[in-house]
């Protein structure tokens, strides 16, 4: 009998997962409101006739990517004040506590609103103060923000958002931590923009699903990433329900895991996606065939992936060590 084999045949707790001490760092703001939080929103604004179903893809369903960006459209109807998106950082960070993460690096990107008076300043400072909020009632995860650049905007918009986030880094001392490249996948000449990206040599990388795809990837892209050994957020439900992987045993944390790439999970959007981040480490586990032990080391590597300094990174592992014979119970 391998070790591996005597391994698995431990009962697993069943809230091993939960349990397990666990860092998001691929989570958009408007994209991980859950379905309790829309409810609020919704109430808040009935003229908008919008129901939950709008903005929710239920267990089994799936849509294309084009419909996900559509119910982001909807989604942010419902959070175009900063009083909104104040509670709605609150909620979700809450809910992320909730489910054992420690450390979390939110993004989003700044967004003006003329009917509500809401500027990206406003925007990115209510961001900042449900992150505040959250601290002072003493939840136990620490929270950080990415500003996020939607490349549908096009270079000036983008431009403005750096000097935002510059902005912010300087202030914040280190709760605003970088910069995150977003928006719509399906553009003409995916290949070449995706080598451009890659030169710049970027610190993680979000999904990677386009890098192995027949479609837009190829060997070179791969190797890339490999011999830089750049980080990929892994996200298998996003993909599943968008539709860019077919299938959870096609995910491409199978390909990335063996070759003992840095790989980490995460949700991307876990109100859209009703997927919680204890569920994406369960999923991967069942269809990869990892141990517990396994998925341990792969929460307790991605520490080594944060955006927040090496002091933070010091405190997260004391934290991980502290709890491990709890989770594992040996
Ligand atoms: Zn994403």
Redo the contacts with the bound molecule.
Sequence with gaps: ITMEAEEQQQPWKTDFYLELPKVEL???LN?SISSNTMKKLIAKKPDLKIDDQMTMIDKGKKRTLEECFQMFQTIHQLTSSPEDILMVTKDVIKEFADDGVKYLEL?STPRRENATGMTKKTYVESILEGIKQSKEENLDIDVRYLIAIDRRGGPSVAKETVKLAEEFFLSTEGIVLGL?L?GDPTIPNQKKETQMLLDLLPDRI??GTFLNSCEGGSLDLVDFVRQHRIPL?L?LT?NIKSQTVPSYDQHHFGFWYSIAHPSVI?T??KGVFATLLSQEYQLAAETFNLTQSQVWDLSYESINYIFASDSTRSELRKKWNHLKPKVLHF
């Design positions: 691929h989570a958009h994209g993004r995150d977003s979000g999904h957020e996200c996003s995460c991307d959007d």
